[in-house]
T-cell receptor
Framework: QKEVEQDPGPLSVPEGAIVSLNCTYSNSAFQYFMWYRQYSRKGPELLMYTYSSGNKEDGRFTAQVDKSSKYISLFIRDSQPSDSATYLCALSRTGGGNKLTFGTGTQLKVEL | KAGVTQTPRYLIKTRGQQVTLSCSPI?????VSWYQQTPGQGLQFLFEYFSETQRNKGNFPGRFSGRQFSNSRSEMNVSTLELGDSALYLCASSMGAGGLYNEQFFGPGTRLTVL
């Protein structure tokens, strides 16, 4: 079993929809949670960084962490075609330095 | 502020050769981590350097090695290339050695093709 599970999709939604992307993890040592967006043939771009249970909002993006359930989510409001990309969750441990453990990524397509 | 730069962007090699990839972190960042991205395995951690010291190493064979220089620039080397080494190699830069408030920023990657 992988340490971090993420549905690979693809996920297709109409423009303006609310998108929900999720990851589950098995190791409670993970304490820092990130979401990256990766466009085709580009490097991952950091969208959100959180470390505590609860919600963190940044523009159209909301990151949610539930440490008791080992479940993290990224919500995208008013989705746009430019949001079409692969979304990766990444987790790191306390004392684990900068090593990130990634989910497989969810491919999102926002259609006009 | 300039982002993370990686050179070269594309590379084609043949089996058995060796290759060196370079990463320049964001100015002021002292940590560089390397990742391999393939369609089958996703993003996998290779190693991490902080202030010229390797702090973490992933589960890759000894053919994969790296180093960091005093100006924080880093190189990774792959010797005796195999077909399975074809991948996008990404480096990530961060200010500190991990923990709270230590975001990591990725470069555009080097796409290595082994023939």
């Amino acid at each position: 079993q992988k340490e971090v599970e993420q549905d690979p999709g693809p996920l297709s939604v109409p423009e303006g929809a609310i998108v929900s992307l999720n990851c589950t993890y098995s190791n409670s040592a993970f304490q820092y949670f990130m979401w990256y967006r990766q466009y085709s043939r580009k490097g991952p771009e950091l969208l959100m960084y959180t470390y505590s249970s609860g919600n963190k909002e940044d523009g159209r993006f909301t990151a949610q962490v539930d440490k008791s359930s080992k479940y993290i989510s990224l919500f995208i409001r008013d989705s746009q075609p430019s949001d079409s990309a692969t979304y990766l969750c990444a987790l790191s441990r306390t004392g684990g330095g900068n090593k990130l453990t990634f989910g497989t990524g969810t491919q999102l397509k926002v259609e006009l | 502020k300039a982002g993370v730069t990686q050179t070269p962007r594309y590379l084609i090699k043949t089996r058995g050769q060796q290759v060196t990839l370079s990463c320049s972190p964001i100015s002021g960042h002292r940590s560089v981590s390397w990742y391999q991205q393939t369609p089958g395995q996703g993003l996998q951690f290779l190693f991490e350097y902080f202030s010229e010291t390797q702090r973490n190493k992933g589960n890759f064979p000894g053919r994969f090695s790296g180093r960091q220089f005093s100006n924080s620039r880093s190189e990774m080397n792959v010797s005796t290339l195999e077909l399975g080494d074809s991948a996008l190699y990404l480096c990530a830069s961060s200010m500190g050695a991990g923990g709270l408030y230590n975001e990591q920023f990725f470069g555009p990657g080097t796409r290595l093709t082994v023939l």
